[in-house]
């Protein structure tokens, strides 16, 4: 019987899968450019909140640092933009990336909890002061300009970039690796005495997280066509992907996808409607999740498909 | 050469002194409730905003603020400690998993408190002068109200280490920060004493807010920055040592200050990199156990 729910199920999610991307694949055909824009703003804060899942989900690692991935692929993508084809920029912006996540990786090793959670945090916002500095003293602008691309193309690598996350997060998931990550989560001196290779686990992780929100930054950079670091390295893309995954549920891949792609969406409808209580809204949202959807909406989901079978 | 000395020294202890302050507020929300409340800066924000508001309209002292927005921020702290953070204390699953929450809970906060405050006061800088004359320390200048707000600094923070080592209450505060649940045992109301932590914190940090508000221009934006420094001041003296927060605050108001003599901008710069080189070295801190 169990079996038999456990087999639909997966037919069911595998084929709202297909159907999902097939939407996303046509979607400029049919609808105003507008909502293209407007997908792609959503697909990037999904993007964001996998990649920040695939690190900080199984290892409950709270990383404050996505905003410094996101931004390193934002300045390569304005560095080199001019230079480079497009798919070479966004690999570079997301290899930087990687090697940097690799860098504060390997560097953490001895901190956890709150210590590697303002850490990250000090790192990002390290990044974004001297960039500011450095601008202002030695470039002598602030801001750069990024060489515009079509909407619709910024689109599509958007959504290319997603499947690459969603993927990886789906191959690491069941993969060997998923289960030693989900070890470290539960107890990290177990798991090391076991034999994982915590370190180099944790670092190799955190890195490929990374890659994708470099990529990311990077295809951005060219929809925004000016920056300066505060855009490109603005905390909130920090704040917003650990509060879309907890929104969504951080347990299972498609909790942070549920809760980012609803979350970006209230975004978008609460600037247009209320732009001046926009801020207020979300903190009040923020607390309210907290206190009352600790296992987000996926938690809530199980909940209530458990209480329903049951009841 | 001695005046230019006696510039950076001094700047740095005035610094330093409003540093301590505000690292003293959050060691205690942390030390003690585990709440590391990065909404910190957003009641040195309102106590600023108060004190300016009371001030241009109602003609009062900013000294006289001191008494009237310590207490009210003191009540704000503890009702939300009452209903928000003991509610998320008693649903965690482990102290770990709380302070993980309680910080996602206090960013709601920040950004809370900081839109209340854009919507009554807008986004623009503001100041207000007062005891603006200078007074000369041996050929270096500083203003006034610099010295004043020094002055205040080390007596709040001279006044609370005593009312922590001398009154019954603040070692109940030390005993709930070394091990809640023995102190509970030993008939501490633990819930109400983490309040008052919260609350105190909330204290400091507006006193904070009202000193800063008689030197600095200010925006409701402008509490993240603190936030961060007193992190760093946290950090710096050793999470849960309040000595160290006192110490470390000083210690950093001086390399500040040191540092803003070569170059302004490298100032926010210097903080970041002391804290992360301090994290990888020694991350409990100069005084940390």
């Given at each position: 019987?169990?079996?038999?729910?456990?087999?639909?199920?997966?037919f069911?999610?595998?084929?709202?899968?297909?159907v999902?991307?097939?939407?996303?694949a046509?979607?400029?055909?049919?609808?105003?450019?507008?909502?293209?824009?407007?997908?792609?703003?959503?697909?990037?804060?999904?993007?964001?909140?996998?990649?920040?899942?695939?690190?900080?989900?199984?290892?409950?690692?709270?990383?404050?640092?996505?905003?410094?991935?996101?931004?390193?692929?934002?300045?390569?993508s304005?560095?080199?933009?001019?230079?480079?084809?497009?798919?070479?920029?966004?690999?570079?912006?997301?290899?930087?990336?990687?090697?940097?996540?690799?860098?504060?990786?390997?560097l953490?090793?001895?901190?956890?909890?709150?210590?590697?959670?303002i850490?990250?945090?000090?790192?990002?916002?390290?990044?974004?002061?001297?960039?500011?500095?450095?601008?202002t003293?030695?470039?002598?602008?602030?801001g750069?300009?990024?060489?515009?691309?079509?909407?619709?193309?910024?689109?599509?690598?958007?959504?290319?970039?997603?499947?690459?996350?969603?993927?990886?997060?789906?191959?690491?998931?069941r993969?060997?690796?998923?289960?030693a990550?989900?070890?470290?989560?539960?107890?990290?001196?177990?798991?090391?005495?076991?034999?994982?290779?915590v370190?180099?686990?944790?670092?190799?992780?955190?890195?490929?997280?990374?890659?994708?929100?470099?990529?990311?930054?990077?295809?951005?950079?060219?929809?925004?066509?000016?920056?300066?670091?505060?855009?490109?390295?603005?905390?909130?893309?920090?704040?917003?992907?650990?509060?879309?995954a907890?929104?969504?549920?951080?347990?299972?891949?498609?909790?942070?996808?549920?809760?980012?792609?609803?979350?970006?969406?209230?975004?978008?409808?609460?600037?247009?409607?209320?732009?001046?209580?926009?801020?207020?809204?979300?903190?009040?949202?923020?607390?309210?999740?907290?206190?009352?959807?600790?296992?987000?909406?996926?938690?809530?989901?199980?909940?209530?498909?458990?209480?329903?079978?049951e009841? | 050469?001695?005046?230019?000395?006696?510039d950076?020294?001094?700047?740095?202890?005035?610094?330093?002194?409003?540093?301590?302050?505000?690292?003293?507020?959050?060691?205690?929300?942390?030390?003690?409730?585990?709440?590391?409340?990065?909404?910190?800066?957003?009641?040195?924000?309102?106590?600023?905003?108060?004190?300016?508001?009371?001030?241009?309209?109602?003609?009062?002292?900013?000294l006289?603020?001191?008494?009237?927005?310590?207490?009210?921020?003191?009540?704000?702290?503890?009702?939300?400690?009452?209903?928000?953070?003991?509610?998320?204390?008693?649903?965690?699953?482990?102290?770990g998993?709380?302070?993980?929450?309680?910080?996602?809970a206090?960013?709601?906060?920040?950004?809370?408190i900081?839109?209340?405050?854009?919507?009554?006061?807008?986004?623009?800088?503001?100041?207000?002068?007062?005891?603006?004359?200078?007074?000369?320390?041996?050929?270096?200048?500083?203003?006034?109200?610099?010295?004043?707000?020094?002055?205040?600094?080390?007596?709040?923070?001279?006044?609370?280490?005593?009312?922590?080592?001398?009154?019954?209450?603040?070692?109940?505060?030390?005993?709930?920060?070394?091990?809640?649940?023995?102190?509970?045992?030993?008939?501490?109301?633990?819930?109400?004493?983490?309040?008052?932590?919260?609350?105190?914190?909330?204290?400091?940090?507006?006193?904070?807010?009202?000193?800063?508000?008689?030197?600095?221009?200010?925006?409701?934006?402008?509490?993240?920055?603190?936030?961060?420094?007193?992190?760093?001041?946290?950090?710096?003296?050793?999470?849960?040592?309040?000595t160290?927060?006192?110490?470390?605050?000083?210690?950093?108001g001086?390399?500040?200050?040191?540092?803003?003599?070569?170059?302004?901008?490298?100032?926010?710069?210097?903080?970041?990199?002391?804290?992360?080189?301090?994290?990888?070295?020694?991350?409990?801190?100069?005084?940390?156990?």
């Amino acid at each position: 019987m169990d079996r038999v729910k456990v087999i639909t199920n997966r037919f069911f999610l595998q084929g709202l899968l297909f159907v999902v991307l097939l939407l996303l694949a046509t979607m400029p055909l049919y609808v105003r450019p507008y909502l293209i824009i407007l997908l792609t703003t959503i697909i990037m804060y999904v993007v964001i909140t996998v990649s920040w899942a695939i690190f900080s989900g199984p290892t409950r690692y709270i990383s404050l640092a996505s905003a410094a991935f996101f931004g390193v692929g934002v300045y390569v993508s304005a560095m080199l933009g001019q230079a480079l084809p497009l798919p070479v920029v966004i690999a570079v912006g997301g290899l930087v990336s990687l090697i940097l996540a690799l860098f504060i990786g390997l560097l953490t090793l001895r901190l956890k909890g709150m210590y590697f959670i303002i850490f990250t945090f000090g790192v990002s916002e390290l990044i974004r002061h001297f960039l500011l500095w450095w601008e202002t003293n030695f470039t002598g602008t602030v801001g750069r300009w990024v060489v515009a691309v079509d909407h619709t193309i910024v689109y599509y690598v958007m959504v290319v970039i997603f499947m690459m996350a969603l993927l990886t997060g789906y191959l690491i998931k069941r993969s060997k690796y998923g289960l030693a990550l989900r070890s470290i989560g539960e107890y990290e001196e177990a798991a090391a005495h076991i034999g994982i290779n915590v370190t180099i686990l944790k670092a190799m992780t955190f890195a490929v997280s990374a890659f994708f929100m470099g990529a990311a930054g990077a295809i951005m950079a060219t929809r925004w066509t000016y920056i300066d670091p505060s855009i490109a390295f603005n905390p909130l893309f920090s704040f917003m992907p650990v509060l879309m995954a907890i929104f969504g549920g951080i347990g299972q891949l498609y909790g942070p996808i549920l809760g980012a792609a609803i979350f970006a969406l209230l975004e978008e409808i609460l600037i247009t409607e209320f732009p001046y209580y926009y801020m207020l809204l979300f903190g009040i949202i923020l607390v309210a999740v907290i206190l009352f959807l600790p296992n987000g909406l996926v938690g809530l989901i199980q909940k209530w498909r458990r209480g329903g079978l049951e009841g | 050469m001695f005046e230019i000395i006696l510039d950076v020294v001094i700047g740095g202890l005035l610094m330093g002194g409003i540093y301590a302050l505000i690292a003293v507020g959050l060691s205690l929300q942390y030390g003690v409730g585990r709440v590391l409340n990065v909404s910190h800066g957003e009641f040195i924000m309102l106590g600023a905003f108060a004190t300016f508001s009371l001030y241009t309209v109602f003609g009062i002292s900013p000294l006289v603020s001191l008494a009237i927005c310590g207490p009210i921020l003191f009540i704000i702290g503890f009702l939300i400690h009452r209903t928000l953070f003991q509610y998320l204390r008693g649903t965690s699953e482990s102290i770990g998993a709380f302070a993980d929450s309680s910080l996602l809970a206090s960013f709601g906060l920040l950004f809370i408190i900081q839109n209340v405050a854009l919507i009554v006061w807008k986004a623009d800088i503001r100041g207000y002068s007062y005891l603006d004359s200078s007074v000369s320390i041996f050929g270096a200048l500083f203003s006034a109200n610099r010295l004043v707000a020094l002055l205040f600094a080390v007596v709040i923070s001279l006044g609370f280490y005593s009312f922590l080592t001398r009154t019954r209450l603040g070692k109940a505060i030390r005993a709930a920060a070394e091990d809640p649940e023995t102190a509970q045992v030993m008939g501490v109301n633990i819930h109400r004493v983490l309040a008052i932590c919260f609350g105190l914190g909330a204290l400091m940090a507006g006193f904070a807010g009202v000193l800063i508000s008689m030197m600095y221009e200010m925006q409701p934006t402008m509490g993240l920055e603190y936030t961060i420094i007193a992190i760093i001041v946290v950090v710096l003296g050793g999470l849960g040592s309040i000595t160290g927060s006192l110490i470390g605050g000083f210690i950093l108001g001086l390399i500040g200050s040191i540092v803003t003599y070569f170059d302004a901008g490298l100032s926010l710069i210097a903080y970041y990199v002391i804290f992360i080189l301090l994290l990888l070295v020694k991350p409990t801190g100069i005084f940390g156990r």
